[in-house]
């Protein structure tokens, strides 16, 4: 069953529109990421699912009831803020049990509630402090806390990880994922931070300028990108792009090397081919661009090198152990079905590798 | 009544000077301690002459000797013995009592109103409050006494107390202080299922409450020591608040200032007290706001 189901929703801020259709089905128990660079409207899609902004036109559907001119406090949802939101002048137990206001549980059973909630967050010990005494990550999890209390259909999280230091981040990530397993409530999770969309995601939904880019699961979003935006904004380094001309079955680059590739494109056509650093090596079989090495960086395993070409800087992955120094003169190669084929005019995929 | 503010601060401001004594001196800092205990006399001063002068006979009054040539405490007896200066007392906190309730609720809930919705004539509104500022209280003692005459409200508490239950000042600095609150606090909330005053009394005033002890500070100060307005509004010496009262002492002929004197001292003594209270929230408020998140 759709828990979310979001219909051609358009929003504009006065003139300006910033959504321009928004369609979405999320299944029941999905962890949905929207990811997008800053500005896309993915803070907004969600203030418009939790009722905090109105919506220009299109519907919104919550659990099979469309919300549209609901309160945010009747749709249903639960939304954690990126700054945590939790009132400074009320201790942990006041925060959490804040969620849970407009319940009609008895008072016995709120109480319950709000002592399994701590006791999945690990918080039992903590309930009696005051935020100023909890470190970010605590804080944190009393923001997911006061949201779990009232066991909404949807929850919202807006870049709730953004204030937290790299190693805390890595961890919450992880705990927010656990917890989704246990909890198995939908949850929608926006993010600009692309790492964190694919570790955590059942399904990615990938925004730019106010449309989605693409859906689909972090494997797909990853190795079959519909676009060049989204294989340019998932995965890092981001993908080489190189400009080349459909020639037959072929794609000839501007390196002058031929890519055979049997795709019935027209004769001529101005086509971006796209290879990760991942699948492209120093050496190997046919190369298909050759270059001098400007800078290396070594990641212990492998070394990431930057190699200057006709078709521009482009960055492969060496061995770590015997890399190719700075000024050595290399060719690379690409397994052919790692490789990606853009319209060079619509920037969409031509073809998708296997 | 401000002075004893700045009694306060100057004593504290001058104690830090045996510290400092101990490292070595510069002409700066020399320069800048006799300002500062320059400045501490100026506002100790006229403090000291009133108790001073209050413990005094009234024909030595106009000896200018800080110290009494014989001090006793009749004039305090004689205060606290005369019936009318008690009444005089309760008016005054009655009224900076309302007065502040009043200021606190209202001044704060347009405040919030004008920095957290978004309105046609938002903008508007808020000159029209901030541009009142500009019209001194001599020009409104006239309109509000006709105002007072023609609705009847001459010579009551109400009459006393309408000009000033809600301030533009006091609007303005909420308003400012509101800006401080983030949006999320208050969206949070409304998914919490508050409702829009709820959101204002429970989430909103808790984390302005330094901005609500300065605001109760400075109108309780204000309406404690107001003097224009009540002595034009009350006739019967019954309603008349401290300050009028006390220079009601004496005769026209013989103005008794040993009793002005005795009565002024002890009127400073709730302004302490609400200062002393509201300033602890000050200082814990500042404390709380500091915090991230
Ligand atoms: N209240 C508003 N009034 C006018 N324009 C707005 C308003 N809120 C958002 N916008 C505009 O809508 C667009 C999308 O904003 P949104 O906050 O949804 O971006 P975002 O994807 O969340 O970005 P970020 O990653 O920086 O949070 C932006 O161009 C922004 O300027
Ligand atoms: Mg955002």
Redesign the interface.
């Known amino acids: 069953m759709a828990s979310l189901v979001l219909r051609n929703l358009v929003k504009s801020f006065g003139n300006t529109e910033v959504l321009h259709g928004i369609s979405l089905a999320v299944d029941d128990g999905e962890f949905v990421v929207f990811v997008g660079p800053s500005g896309c409207g993915k803070s907004t899609t969600l203030r418009l699912i939790?009722?905090?902004e109105e919506t220009t036109s299109g519907e919104i559907e919550i659990a099979g009831r469309v919300v549209n001119h609901l309160?945010?406090?009747n749709r249903n949802?639960?939304?954690v803020?990126?700054?945590?939101?939790?009132?400074?002048?009320m201790t942990v137990r006041k925060n959490i049990g804040?969620?849970l206001?407009?319940s009609k549980l008895s008072k016995t059973e709120r109480r319950a509630r709000l002592e399994e909630v701590a006791e999945i967050l690990d918080m039992t010990d903590l309930l009696g402090r005051k935020?100023?005494q909890l470190s970010?990550g605590q804080?944190q999890r009393v923001a997911i806390g006061?949201a779990m209390v009232r066991d909404p259909a949807v929850f919202l999280f807006d870049e709730p990880l953004s204030?937290l230091d790299a190693q805390l981040r890595a961890q919450m990530r992880l705990e927010i994922k656990k917890l989704h397993q246990r909890v198995g409530n939908t949850i929608i999770f926006v993010t600009h931070d692309q790492v964190e969309a694919m570790t955590m995601a059942d399904r990615i939904v990938i925004m730019k300028d106010g449309h989605i880019q693409q859906v689909g699961t972090p494997s797909e979003v990853y190795h079959r990108p519909a676009s060049t935006f989204v294989a340019q904004f998932i995965g890092a380094p981001s993908m080489n792009m190189l400009a080349g001309e459909a020639v037959e079955n072929a794609i000839h680059l501007k390196s002058g090397a031929k890519i055979n590739l049997d795709l019935g494109l027209k004769n001529g056509l101005p086509v971006i081919v796209g290879v990760r650093p991942d699948d492209l090596h120093p050496g190997g079989g046919a190369s298909i661009l050759e270059g001098t090495v400007t800078v290396q960086e070594p990641l212990g395993p492998e070394t990431l090198v930057y190699v200057d070409t006709v078709n521009g800087e482009v960055i492969a992955k060496a061995d770590g152990r015997v890399p190719p120094q700075v000024g050595d003169h290399v060719a690379l190669s690409a397994d052919p079905d790692c490789i990606h084929v853009f319209d060079a005019e619509s920037q969409e995929v031509l073809t998708r590798p296997l | 009544m401000y002075a004893v503010n700045s009694e306060i601060q100057a004593a504290s401001e001058t104690l830090p000077s045996k510290h400092a004594l101990r490292k070595p001196v510069n002409m700066g800092q020399i320069c800048r301690w006799l300002l500062l205990f320059a400045g501490g006399i100026l506002m100790v001063a006229p403090i000291a002459y009133m108790i001073s002068t209050s413990l005094k006979w009234p024909h030595e009054i106009y000896n200018l000797s800080l110290v009494p040539e014989e001090p006793h405490l009749e004039n305090y007896i004689y205060v606290l013995e005369d019936g009318r200066f008690y009444g005089w007392f309760i008016n005054s906190i009655i009224i900076a009592t309302i007065t502040t309730a009043s200021n606190i609720i209202f001044d704060s809930l347009v405040g919030y109103t004008l920095c957290k919705f978004r309105f046609p004539g938002r903008y508007i509104v808020f000159i029209a409050i901030l541009s009142t500022l500009m019209i001194p209280t001599e020009m409104l003692v006239i309109p509000w006494y006709l105002m007072s005459q023609s609705l009847g409200w001459l010579d009551s508490y109400w009459g006393i107390m309408f000009p000033g239950l809600m301030t533009a000042f006091g609007t303005f600095l909420m308003k400012q202080f509101f800006e401080t609150v983030p949006d999320d606090f208050i969206e949070a909330a409304r998914i919490d299922g508050l409702n829009e005053l709820q959101i204002w009394w429970t989430v909103a005033m808790p984390l302005v409450r330094p901005a609500l002890a300065a605001l109760a500070i400075f109108v309780f100060l204000g309406n404690w020591t107001a003097f224009i307005w009540p002595l034009i509004v009350t006739n019967s010496v019954e309603m008349y608040t401290l300050p009028v009262g006390l220079s009601s002492f004496g005769d026209e002929a013989d103005v008794q200032w040993e009793l002005i004197m005795t009565g002024a001292a002890i009127s400073t003594i709730p302004t302490l007290i609400v200062f002393l209270v509201f300033q602890r929230f000050i200082i814990r408020g500042v404390v709380m706001a500091g915090l991230k998140g």
Do not use: V
Not at chain 1, 81 to 89: C, E, G, L, S, V
């Open positions: 939790a009722g905090l309160e945010p406090k949802i639960a939304m803020f990126q700054n945590y939101a939790i009132y400074p002048h804040f969620g206001r407009t935020p100023s970010g804080r006061r204030n």
